[in-house]
């Protein structure tokens, strides 16, 4: 359905890089001062510089934990491995500056890790640390779609290196992984987007990264327009990176193509090997969820129970739910315009990815100024028919915070959902249409099936996201509308780490209730 | 395969979030909108109270102050906004600058609150205060080693200093008010030398360095004196315990008197409720409201005539202030910014 797909995606692409656009105009409108000047004779090599670092850590150690637990899952099969399956998806519902107050405050000078090592634990901070809290939280991206890709796999190419006489790890390097590329390359572009645009972890850590720079300009110097200018470094390296992660995509598909689909069978692990896959699954699961999460945890055994928390679950769980499905629903229609190779297309697609590239809070001023631009330009009409400015309808509503959202994460919902579209292939379209089927049955009987774990996923991990977004939320959000992430943050960013536990803990658990329902629906799809 | 169900349970949680009251500025009820850069609990209590005593209910948004300036201000006219409060000068003095407030006459709060905490213009006024001190190792210091910010820059403490980022406001502040007293080469030279004395690398907050004194990391730090206030106050032992082997000092008690930054509230240009706003400002300067930050935040009360209960606090008190206008902080804050950005003070 080419035609309706590339309007859908037209429709997300305009909603998602507006704010965006509205930014690089703010940036591009306002006056020139020296203030950039300035920073460019101090401290935006060293931004950039620490930029380039921490993105390539949280990438290498992503790829890493993601690659590895993505193929376990798929391709082996031991004891425990089916909860863990979903489990191993949890600590990305952690906040990455949750991770962080928590590990800087066991690895610091005084912390007990500090204390019971003699010193010998370094203190995680820095660029290293800011890099490994990101590996550790946001490995899941890579690891839901290479599950995907690894589990839809043929085994042919496999079996024949193996039949060739490749050992288990170089039959793996030589076919599964140049074939799970472009899984792993759209999940990696993820994680150095969503690095990149951090605030909170780097300033605690003390990582300079650009965002650092960004906010600085605009809370620092007071010019939101030099922090506009800074932002679009950012959706520069944005282009760059999904332009890596495309070019990644297109020279894999050659190597796709194979139209027949046998179902590798489960590499079976006992004793040793099976209890090392375990090993290798809580390891991850530890440091990212488990160790920050205990420790806030311990912390507010000592303090009371912050007020406020059933109905901010609530808001975080409403507001998550309504944009991943519109998030799903706009990613697969891009996903679908995609396929008709149209350049329409591919400019939608890249354009809806941008938002991912800059921080909430720069985002969220772009949807403020189209917001309340929309009202000003309302006003005159209203005027002459009430006598009075337009009401303040846009600002300030649950609709502008799903619209920031969406702005900032749909770029997250595209590349599953593309992903999970490449199964289809033509062929197997072909063939349906050979045999009489018309499109609406090819959708619902061919393609649905084969996409749906792709779409869901995709609509999870928009799902985490909101649930733990926070500049953006703060900023837009109605009067008396508290989410789990903002209690959480109140208190972590005092240092008050008892008092953030609890809402740091409701996160992942608050997470936990869709995934229990997408692989209860997902199991029973494939039985 | 049943999409169907799927969407159904979406469904329920649109039309669910939906249904959720949205901010209802009902027409017969008394609202004041506030927009506020403070998420302390202290101020949930206020605002229980407030609205126990007038009937008035509190409407809330709270986030960073850069970001409510922006909000506030590209809303102009149909802003909501009644009250704006933040917990820094620079930011009063920016939303000032931006236009956001409304001329106020401040003048019958001058009986109980220092002149130099209410802004000259009458656009904002301050209800709390917190100064920006030293602290130091009990083992490791000796009294009268420092007496103030400037005995920082003494290459004795090359090392020795702890202290968070430049990005953080109150650093800002402080950096602003040597800009102040000192002009911006010395303030510049200052800042030179505390870089060349750290310790270690920026990390953390105020809390994080008072932990690397008693972790023997360094041996001074500069901090807010609440963040060591609620260590002791805490209950966590480990807290209690880090905190005990460190000294408060307020320097500078012969000269310029600690620095102090504030918390401060204007009424908005275009307030919907401007009765009830400086209703609500008024109770701030309540004892009910002044009594709440000294014991539940910690906070300098601004009103000295009013009792409370907090003896870590109160041991602390009375010192030498920095009499500084605050409004002369904002004035200051991006020379400050600048010179942190050239001395590399991450």
């Known amino acids: 359905m080419p035609g309706r797909a590339t309007s859908l995606a037209i429709l997300a692409a305009t909603l998602c890089a507006a704010p965006i656009l509205a930014v690089v105009w703010i940036g591009l409108s306002g006056e020139t001062g020296d203030y950039l000047r300035h920073l460019a004779g101090t401290r935006l090599p060293t931004y950039l510089l620490t930029s380039a670092l921490v993105g390539l850590i949280a990438a290498g150690g992503a790829g890493l934990i993601g690659t590895g637990l993505g193929w376990l899952m798929a391709r082996t099969e031991f004891t425990g ?31 007990p890790l500090h204390a019971a090592t003699g010193g010998l634990f370094p203190t995680i901070r820095g660029s290293w640390g800011a890099g490994l809290m990101f590996a550790l939280v946001l490995y899941p991206y890579v690891y839901l779609l290479a599950r995907n890709t690894f589990s839809s796999q043929s085994a042919d190419a496999y079996n024949a290196a193996r039949t060739l006489g490749a050992g288990p790890m170089s039959a793996f390097s030589r076919t599964s992984l140049p074939m ?13 987007m969503e690095s990149l645009a951090d605030y909170g972890t780097v300033s605690h850590l003390g990582a300079p990264t650009l965002s650092i720079g960004l906010i600085r300009a605009w809370s620092g110097a007071g010019s939101l327009v030099d922090a506009a200018r800074l932002s679009l470094v950012l959706v520069f390296i944005a282009m760059l990176v999904f332009g890596l992660e495309r070019a990644q995509r297109r020279r894999a598909r050659s190597v796709n193509a194979a139209g027949r689909h046998k179902p590798s069978p489960r590499i079976r692990l006992s004793g040793l090997p099976a209890l090392g896959a375990l090993t290798a699954c809580l390891l991850p699961l530890t440091l990212g969820m488990l160790i920050p999460l205990g420790r806030l945890v311990w912390l507010a055994a000592h303090t009371e129970t912050a007020p406020g928390l059933v109905a901010a679950s609530w808001h975080s769980l409403s507001l998550a739910g309504i944009t991943a499905l519109i998030a799903a629903a706009l990613g697969l229609a891009t996903a679908y315009a995609l396929r008709s190779r149209t350049a329409i297309a591919t400019l939608a697609a890249r354009a809806a990815g941008l938002g991912y590239a800059v921080p909430g809070a720069v985002a969220a001023v772009g949807v403020i100024a189209i917001l309340s631009g929309t009202q000003s330009l ?16 846009l600002t300030g509503t649950g609709a502008a915070l799903v619209f920031a959202y969406l702005s900032r994460f749909a770029a997250a919902a595209i590349s599953p959902a ?21 499109r609406g049955q090819r959708v619902w009987h061919i393609h649905w099936p084969l996409i749906v774990a792709g779409v869901t996923s995709a609509g999870l991990l928009v799902f985490v996201e909101v649930l733990k977004e926070l500049p953006a939320t703060m900023i837009l959000r109605p009067f008396n509308y508290d989410t789990l992430a903002i209690i959480a943050h109140n208190f972590a960013s ?32 494939d039985p | 395969m049943k999409p169907v169900k799927f969407f159904a349970f979406a469904a329920s949680l649109a039309v669910a979030a939906c249904s959720q009251p949205a901010d209802e500025a009902s027409e017969t009820a008394q609202v004041v909108n506030v927009y506020s850069a403070r998420h302390y609990s202290s101020d949930a209590a206020i605002y229980a109270a407030f609205t126990e005593e007038t009937g008035i209910e509190v409407n809330l948004v709270s986030a960073n102050g850069d970001q409510l300036i922006e909000r506030v201000r590209a809303d102009g006219e149909r802003s909501p906004a009644d009250v704006i409060i933040t917990v820094d000068a620079a930011r009063l003095h920016r939303a000032e600058e931006a236009g956001l407030f409304a001329q106020t006459d401040f003048s019958d709060l001058t009986d109980t609150v220092p002149a130099n905490l209410i802004d000259p213009e009458g656009y904002w006024v301050s209800f709390a205060k917190r100064s920006r001190v030293i602290a130091w190792s009990n083992t490791r210091v000796q009294p009268g080693e420092i007496t103030s910010y400037e005995d920082l820059a003494d290459p004795q403490w090359q090392g020795r200093i702890c202290v968070r980022g430049s990005g953080n406001a109150y650093n800002q502040s402080l950096l602003a008010s040597l800009v102040a007293h000192l002009g911006e080469e010395s303030a510049e030279a200052w800042a030179q030398a505390i870089v060349d004395n750290m310790a270690r690398d920026p990390q953390g907050g105020d809390r994080t360095q008072i932990n690397g004194i008693a972790a023997g990391e360094c041996d001074v730090a500069i901090t807010n004196h ?16 880090a905190a005990a082997q460190v000294t408060l000092f307020f320097p500078n008690q012969e000269t310029t008197g600690a620095h102090v930054n504030v918390s401060g509230a ?21 004892d009910t409201a002044q009594r709440a930050f000294a014991e539940m ?16 606090l109160a041991a602390m008190l009375p010192f030498n202030e920095d009499d500084l206008n605050v409004s002369d902080l904002g004035d200051h804050n991006e020379t400050a910014q600048r010179i942190f950005d050239r001395v590399g003070w991450q």
């Not at chain 1, 006598?387 to 303040?392: L, M, R, S």
């Not at chain 2, 935040?297 to 870590?312: A, G, L």
Request: without cysteine; aromatic residues 10%; proline residues 8%.
């Open chain 1, 81 to 111: 491995r089916r909860t863990l399956g979903w489990i191993l998806i949890l600590p990305l519902a952690v906040p990455a500056y949750v991770a962080a107050y928590a590990w800087l405050d066991l690895s610091a000078a005084g912390g």
């Open chain 1, 180 to 192: 799970a590329r472009p899984a792993i390359a759209a999940g990696l572009a993820l994680v150095v």
């Open chain 1, 378 to 393: 309302l006003d005159p009409a209203w005027r002459s028919v009430t006598g009075e400015v337009f009401p303040i309808l």
């Open chain 1, 418 to 438: 593309e992903t999970a579209l490449a199964r289809v292939t033509p062929s197997l379209d072909g063939a349906a249409r050979t045999l009489g089927a018309s």
């Open chain 1, 494 to 525: 005092d240092e008050r780490l008892g008092e953030a536990a609890l809402p740091s803990l409701l996160i992942p658990l608050v997470a936990l209730l869709p995934m229990i329902f997408v692989a209860r629906y997902l199991s029973r799809q």
């Open chain 2, 226 to 241: 609440y963040y060591y206030a609620m260590m002791v106050n805490s209950d966590d032992p480990a807290a209690q315990a």
């Open chain 2, 266 to 286: 204007g009424i908005a240009m275009n307030a919907p409720h401007p009765d009830n706003a400086r209703a609500l400002i008024d109770f701030f300067f309540s």
């Open chain 2, 297 to 312: 935040t910690n906070e300098i009360p601004v009103r000295t005539d009013v009792s409370w209960e907090n003896p870590t």
